[in-house]
């Protein structure tokens, strides 16, 4: 079979038959003879197949064995086949060579603590079975032995236990790079796995697919002194989803921390931020959805206050964050009357906007004012206040509330990394838990700048592991037989080419005057035909429903082809506020809500920040992001990586 050289498929052999539109994609067939280059074959149902190619089945006794390269036959069947063996035996993980597959088993295993951890640490990685300890304990080592930076590169779709993975690394290394015995955790230790249910609650959330769903990418680097000892740690995150405040699927939730917060709070501070009920709040009650089976928010908002304790964040600041939700909650709830073409707040939600603008200790009527206008320049005249149209108050509402939970998030992680500051660093472990490959029946810009993502950590992956072995065997002279692979530069080129790239269209389309998502995406086609890797939609199977060349653009993908629909791609790209509104939130009387937005007041001279026609101030959210990630690639091809890939079962 030209599938598997050398081999060639006799009567009675058994062999895996690919189906590709079933959901086995392989089936486990009998040889009933080989005629004309056809093989004919048959499964256990007697269900007959006739097909140009098969793949050999290797002996039972290789069931289930611990890596995969041990396997006689190592192709895509008896790869995945061994894989469901040991999965099925709740052995969930499986190396192949160095690299660690890991199957979400949707269960508690007794597999994990401070036993675990002593039979791993200090074992070569073929001494125990396979564990997600003895990647990390091979990532300690390699760190102790060569005196090189390492990075663990956790990958895998939303569901496949990429958190948990990271948790389970991070706790092995407090335990091994403790100063106490092993197994230990001293308080700078805690401190640092204490950012995991800080993190998590303001960063994750509920989606149909995961039920604590990792709703931004995260770069943790572990510190170690020269004597190999945690000292430290730097976090650094990327493309918060903030959308998900305002605007959540059925069946979805908001971030964490609202549903802790309402569900465990002390009465006083729920009288004081007046949060009665969640089906009271616009941002939480729109999806039908306020509740986890089997996740205790109240008891969950304990353990974020415990960890916010623990990074140093005392009891008055940690109301201040806690006051600051509950205003973003009731100015989700200031509506803007239809009547006209201009905006204005009156009734229920003059109230709301009332609440709120108590809760961040600003004038109620600056507040509704600013919502509800916008100061514009034109040319060397001198500025004018124009009435925003209801929808252009509330896309400014939103705009308000995005940009302040983006900026409490970032502060958040500034803290955690001033109470875990690295002292007498030498070297460092970083751990990269970033979102996986997304198609949704729906896919914007925060699924482009994912994706786009991980076609980068592909190519890095494709580079570390494919080429540069290769590059070695040829170097030494060794006999192998060369593995092609396709290199996904042509499609990072389509996002990241300077004029002609996605990104770049997007962005000067932001600056342009009146710039649309439907010009944006016209110019895309225009720009990029003829490009093999960009299409436009088309109704079929993939696509669920009709759109134009005007309303989404096709990528093809490593991973397979995705359907972006760009409505609100340039709102989306934009992460800025108008001026008015953020020299507002510096007039608060409150020194926490000023201290939180005092470095975004200092920023109308950054370099990252343009100017439109009108005035208008824009960030490029595209723009930080790429000069995050070429950062953060350019620290992972400076380390040794290790690799992790979580799967989610079907």
Request: proline share 3%; with cysteine.
């Amino acid at each position: 079979s030209p599938e598997m050289p050398g081999y060639s498929p006799s009567k009675g052999d058994k062999v895996w038959v690919e189906l590709p539109d079933s959901d086995e994609c392989y089936a486990l067939c009998t040889v009933k003879d080989v005629h004309d280059g056809k093989v004919h074959c048959f499964n256990e149902a007697y269900q007959q197949f006739t097909v140009d190619h098969v793949f050999p089945v290797n002996p039972s006794s290789m069931d289930g064995v611990q890596d995969n390269t041990e396997l006689m036959y190592l192709q895509d069947p008896s790869l995945l086949h061994n894989v469901r063996v040991r999965y099925l035996r709740d052995e969930i993980y499986t190396f192949t060579a160095y690299i660690l597959i890991a199957v979400n088993p949707y269960k508690s295993l007794n597999i994990y603590g401070d036993e675990a951890i002593k039979k791993y640490a200090g074992q070569s990685i073929n001494k125990q079975p396979p564990h997600v300890y003895a990647l990390a304990e091979r990532a300690y080592r390699s760190m102790k032995g060569s005196k090189r930076n390492q990075s663990i590169v956790v990958s895998g779709e939303s569901g496949a236990g990429k958190t948990e993975t990271c948790k389970h690394i991070m706790r092995f290394m407090a335990a091994v790079g403790g100063n106490g015995p092993l197994g230990t955790i001293d308080t700078l230790e805690q401190k640092v796995l204490d950012a995991n249910p800080l993190l998590e609650a303001f960063g994750n959330a509920k989606t149909l697919r995961n039920n604590n769903s990792s709703r931004f990418g995260k770069f943790t680097e572990l510190q170690f002194n020269k004597d190999n000892h945690l000292c430290g740690a730097a976090i650094e995150t990327y493309l918060l989803e903030k959308s998900r405040l305002v605007q959540q699927a059925k069946g979805e939730r908001n971030f964490h921390i609202f549903y802790q917060l309402m569900a465990g709070a002390a009465a006083p501070l729920k009288a004081k931020a007046q949060l009665t009920s969640m089906a009271s709040f616009a941002y939480l009650s729109q999806s039908g959805c306020d509740s986890i089976e089997g996740v205790d928010d109240a008891r969950d908002f304990k353990q974020v206050t415990k960890a916010m304790t623990d990074l140093e964040i005392n009891a008055e600041t940690q109301e201040a964050v806690f006051t600051m939700l509950a205003a973003l909650l009731h100015l989700g709830n200031v509506a803007f009357s239809a009547d006209s073409s201009d905006a204005a707040v009156s009734g229920a939600a003059s109230k709301s906007a009332g609440v709120a603008a108590d809760l961040l200790g600003l004038a109620a009527a600056n507040l509704t004012s600013r919502m509800v206008t916008r100061v514009m320049k034109v040319g060397g005249a001198e500025p004018i206040s124009i009435t925003l149209s209801g929808q252009d108050a509330t896309y400014a509402r939103d705009a308000l509330t995005k940009f302040m939970y983006g900026e409490l998030f970032s502060y958040l992680v500034a803290q955690i990394n001033k109470a875990v500051p690295a002292e007498g660093a030498a070297r460092s472990i970083g751990i990269l838990d970033i979102s996986g490959f997304e198609i949704f029946e729906v896919n914007s810009f925060e699924q482009f700048c994912i994706n786009f993502a991980n076609e980068k950590i592909q190519q890095y992956f494709n580079r570390q592991i494919l080429q540069q072995e290769q590059e070695i065997y040829e170097l030494e002279g060794l006999r192998y037989r060369k593995v092609e692979y396709a290199d996904n530069q042509d499609i990072i080129e389509l996002a990241e080419e300077k004029r002609r790239g996605i990104f770049a269209i997007l962005n000067e389309e932001c600056l342009i005057p009146k710039g649309s998502d439907r010009s944006f995406t016209l110019k895309v086609h225009t720009n990029q035909a003829g490009n093999k890797f960009l299409s436009k939609p088309a109704f079929g199977k993939k696509v669920k429903k009709r759109l134009g060349e005007e309303e989404a653009f096709v990528v093809r993908h490593f991973a397979g082809e995705v359907t972006y629909e760009t409505q609100r791609f340039l709102d989306k790209n934009n992460d800025t506020i108008h001026d008015e509104l953020l020299a507002l939130l510096g007039e608060s009387t409150h020194p926490f809500v000023r201290s939180v937005f005092a470095s975004q007041a200092q920023q109308n001279g950054d370099e990252d920040v343009s100017y439109g026609p009108q005035g208008g101030r824009f960030k490029s959210v595209s723009t930080r992001f790429n000069t995050q990630l070429t950062a953060l690639m350019a620290k992972l091809y400076s380390t040794t990586s290790h690799f992790i890939r979580c799967i989610k079962p079907n």
